[in-house]
């Protein structure tokens, strides 16, 4: 009976899958702007997965059922769902932008921003009109150059290319006023080689085009200073070419294993992101990035932190969710400017006894580790307002916690802790107090009702019990 229930739950969340994607698309009319959809990988995969379902239909009439065959069916239909049935990204028109076809209709064109060039060969003569252009969208296009004549829209500061069908490398002609380019086709082909002729350009965007190898055609632009390559192909086998003036750099959702050392060709990087890649190793030459003042390493199979990493006196910022980690090495006393740490989802059986050394530390995030306990010296870190030490094997509240005085959010819930001081109710600054899922002594179940009801009275959000 537990089987036929969970065909029929995924039955129906299937089918709600279904209508939510398509009913997104309705909703929308003409399916503005970025929509994405549930595909069937090949027709294949479709008629294979109709054939298992009248398979699973045929023994649920059965008399007697069989179980194991249903449980087989089941699971042959689970892992075809998983494998077959991919996402398809869209793209239309937004729905604040005018389509070229319609500006046919149109005498006063003074007040018009936003244009789409939608699934056309060439970018139509009436777009020359619109001298108040600001931002320009070309959608399933077939253009091989952005033409020179786009210095006659002074206004113009965006573009945005999703699905050119260009056979060959788009051209890019001189211009002054363009600051954001974004393409998204799917295909690293039609990328132009060099972007130096956009003078003005300082956010390039190119995910989502299959990138196999780092495109260095941009090392040359002086103004450039962020650069996004997310949900691309790149493992930075090959080498990273020097971008001097590149401040901002996103490598999210790529197929990186091993940062090499030539992403120290990007000296002037404050922000570096390589969330959800698969990287196991480091190069150390990541501590040359004298300016990082962010750096994210987000769900990869880190089983350390990198070497090179406590070299980065200017960090402000580290995000290590979602790794392997079992500990911070005594170098992280380094981390002098550091604000935030984010630890969480690791491996972490202690945190340093010297933890206060981060002076400036604003948010300790160590939610889901293996933390038995805190270091007494935490209670110094007096620029501590964030602390979520929630789903560990804590047993004591440390009473140095009392005197952080700037908390405003604290987590112990999902731990072993017995007994907490009256006194944790009286943060000076506190906004959300949870401690769900702890084995209170009879005590403090007393207090928690009363004290729970005094700070709701205050604005404090208060989560004590599950819900």
């Known amino acids: 009976m537990m089987t036929i ?11 709600f899958l279904t209508f939510f994607c398509s009913g997104k698309i309705q909703a929308q009319g003409q399916l503005y702007g970025e929509v994405r959809v549930r595909v069937f990988r090949s027709a294949a995969d479709s008629l294979q997965l109709i054939a298992i ?3 699973i239909d045929a023994e649920l009439k059965r008399k007697p059922m069989r179980q194991k065959k249903f449980d087989s069916l089941m699971t ?4 075809l769902y998983e494998e077959a049935i991919i996402f398809k990204t869209i793209y239309r028109p937004g729905r604040d932008f005018i389509v ?5 209709r149109v005498t006063d064109f003074s007040g018009i921003t936003k244009v789409c060039v939608y699934n056309k060969r060439e970018i139509p003569e009436v777009l020359w009109k619109c001298t108040a252009l600001e931002v320009l969208e070309l959608i399933g296009t077939s253009v091989d150059a952005l033409p020179e004549k786009l210095n006659t829209l002074p206004r113009l500061k965006a573009i945005y290319i999703y699905q050119n069908h260009a056979q060959k490398p788009l051209r890019l002609a001189d211009n002054n006023t363009v600051t954001s380019l974004t393409i998204t086709n799917g295909n690293p082909a039609g990328l132009p080689r060099s972007y130096k002729n956009f003078k003005a350009l300082t956010r390039l965007d190119l995910e989502e085009n299959g990138l196999i190898r780092f495109p260095n055609g941009a090392r040359h632009n002086k103004k450039l200073t962020e650069l996004s390559l997310q949900r691309n192909a790149l493992t930075l ?6 971008h001097p003036y590149l401040e901002r750099l996103s490598l999210h959702e790529n197929q990186i294993v091993h940062v090499p050392a030539s992403v120290r060709k990007c000296p002037n990087l404050k922000k570096l992101n390589f969330n959800s890649n698969k990287i196991a190793s480091v190069d150390a030459a990541i501590g040359k990035l004298k300016k990082l003042e962010q750096l994210s390493f987000y769900s990869n199979q880190l089983t350390s932190v990198p070497k090179g990493a406590y070299n980065l ?4 910022e580290i995000d290590l969710f979602h790794n392997r980690i079992e500990q911070l090495d005594p170098a992280f006393c380094q981390w002098s400017n550091l604000a935030t740490l984010y630890l969480s989802h690791n491996n972490m059986v202690a945190l340093p006894e010297n933890i206060d050394t981060l002076r400036h530390l604003e948010g300790l995030y160590a939610w889901d580790n293996r933390l038995g306990t805190l270091p007494e010296r935490i209670g110094n870190m007096s620029s501590l307002r964030y602390l979520r030490v929630n789903n560990n094997y804590l047993k004591v509240f440390p ?9 405003e959010e604290l987590d112990i819930s999902h731990n072993y802790i017995t007994e907490v001081p009256e006194a944790i109710f009286d943060y000076p600054r506190l906004k959300i107090l949870a401690m769900v899922n702890n084995p209170w002594n009879d005590a403090v179940l007393k207090l928690l009702p009363a004290k729970a009801e005094a700070l709701r009275a205050k604005d404090v959000y208060v989560h004590i019990t599950e819900e």
């Open 76 to 79: 042959l239909q689970g892992k």
């Open 5 to 15: 229930k969970r065909h029929f739950s995924a039955v129906i969340f299937l089918t």
């Open 53 to 55: 379902q009248d398979n």
């Open 237 to 242: 086998k090959d080498r990273i070419k020097k």
């Open 100 to 104: 070229t076809d319609s500006l046919l």
């Open 313 to 316: 006196r200017t960090l402000k």
């Open 399 to 407: 009473g140095s916690l009392l005197r952080l005085t700037a908390l």
